[in-house]
Each structure stands twice: as C-alpha cells, then as structure tokens.
T-cell receptor, first 115, second 113 residues
Framework: KAGVTQTPRYLIKTRGQQVTLSCSPISGHRSVSWYQQTPGQGLQFLFEYFSETQRNKGNFPGRFSGRQFSNSRSEMNVSTLELGDSALYLC??????????????FGEGSRLTVL | GENVEQHPSTLSVQEGDSAVIKCTYSDSASNYFPWYKQELGKGPQLIIDIRSNVGEKKDQRIAVTLNKTAKHFSLHITETQPEDSAVYFCAPLPGAGSYQLTFGKGTKLSVIP
C-alpha cells in the first residue's frame, strides 16, 4: 500500500510570492490534515479536510488556505509569503470519519524556504 | 484547547539503558494517547498508542503508561539502541469528534553507542 505522498519535497521562494503544496493520501483515506513544523513552535495544526469539506482550521492567518478534491488529494496554498513561513509542511491522512479516532499517517513533508 | 507539555526536551542515554518521556495534558475528555517518532528528514510515525480504558500497553521494547487521574502518559523504551535516536512526540486526542491532534514540543533522544 503506497504511503502519503507530498510534492514538492523542497522549494525556495521569495517574500511576497505564493506557493502551492500537494498531498496524495493513502488509498481509501478520506481525511487529510496539514501541519506546519518549525523548530520554535513545533507541530502546529493548519486544517483538516474530509470529503472535500474543511472540518477544522487552526490558528493561522487567511493567507493559508487549502482544498480537497473528490479523489481525496489535497492542496494547501500560502499567499504573500513571509520569512516566518519557512517551515516543513506535513500532510497526514487517516480513515477517520466522525473525527479522528486513531493513527495519522504522515508524508515526508514539503520543506519551504522563504528568502 | 488542549494544553500539552512534554518532558524532557532532550535526553541522552547510553546504549542498553532505558529512556522515559512524560507527557501532561489538560483536557480530561482526552481518550486516545499516541506517541510518534520522527527520524531526520522524515514525517512522524506512530510507534505506540493507548486508549483511555487501558492503563498500560507494551510492544517489545516500548511501552506506554497512562494515568488519567493525573492526566499524564509516558513512553518507556528499554534496552535502547542507536536506531532509537530520533525526536519523539506525544499527541493526546481531545475527546470524541476532534479533528486535530495537539502535539507536544518533542523530545530529542540520543542513544550513545
């Protein structure tokens, strides 16, 4: 069974640009979550999608957005990039329907560097 | 929201010794208590979990214990090996119907050969 796939793995952007990250969950998983990981703040929840609906959103500004497609693949977008957006962005999938109930399966992440 | 504290933030042990990491949470409705391991350049991976109706769970060299009254759970690794070196995160699930995990800040474990 293929794991969670995130693309691109590495990218460099400059301040003010925008970026789109992609996540393909494990086959059959309909829940996709996004987390931002930085040395200072650790792992912070961005948002969670299930069947193309955003069910929960973390405490991030509106520059961070996401969506999920009918095949459960998800994308997140960050507009007007700031230096502080440099981080590892992790996607996780699960089979959870009525909320999370068990294991999250993480991808290897997309490392974003903003110059 | 759930407040999660994890201690220690770094831990160095000699190969073969035991390691213990503690996680304290605030939400008394929390019912699922996982530990994740993150190796360099990889995403976190679940290594063991426990549900609120169980006090202890063991899987070979790793175990998790839960004290719901005191609202903390701990990861125990015995006979540590160099491949145990990684960052470990606790992430208690705050009750049924929650859609996000709140992760602890992580513990960097170094096993010295």
């Amino acid at each position: 069974k293929a794991g969670v796939t995130q693309t691109p793995r590495y990218l460099i952007k400059t301040r003010g640009q925008q970026v789109t990250l992609s996540c393909s969950p494990i086959s059959g998983h309909r829940s996709v979550s996004w987390y931002q990981q930085t040395p200072g703040q650790g792992l912070q929840f961005l948002f969670e999608y299930f069947s193309e609906t955003q069910r929960n959103k973390g405490n991030f500004p509106g520059r961070f957005s996401g969506r999920q497609f009918s095949n459960s693949r998800s994308e997140m977008n960050v507009s007007t990039l700031e230096l502080g957006d440099s981080a590892l962005y992790l996607c996780a999938s699960s089979s959870g329907q009525a909320g999370l109930s068990g294991e999250l399966f993480f991808g290897e992440g997309s490392r974003l560097t903003v110059l | 929201g759930e407040n999660v504290e994890q201690h220690p933030s770094t831990l160095s042990v000699q190969e073969g010794d035991s390691a213990v990491i503690k996680c304290t949470y605030s939400d008394s409705a929390s019912n699922y208590f996982p530990w994740y391991k993150q190796e360099l350049g990889k995403g976190p991976q679940l290594i063991i979990d426990i549900r609120s109706n169980v006090g202890e769970k063991k899987d070979q060299r790793i175990a998790v214990t839960l004290n719901k009254t005191a609202k903390h759970f701990s990861l125990h690794i015995t006979e540590t090996q160099p491949e145990d070196s990684a960052v470990y995160f606790c992430a208690p699930l705050p009750g049924a119907g929650s859609y996000q995990l709140t992760f602890g800040k992580g513990t960097k474990l170094s096993v010295i050969p």
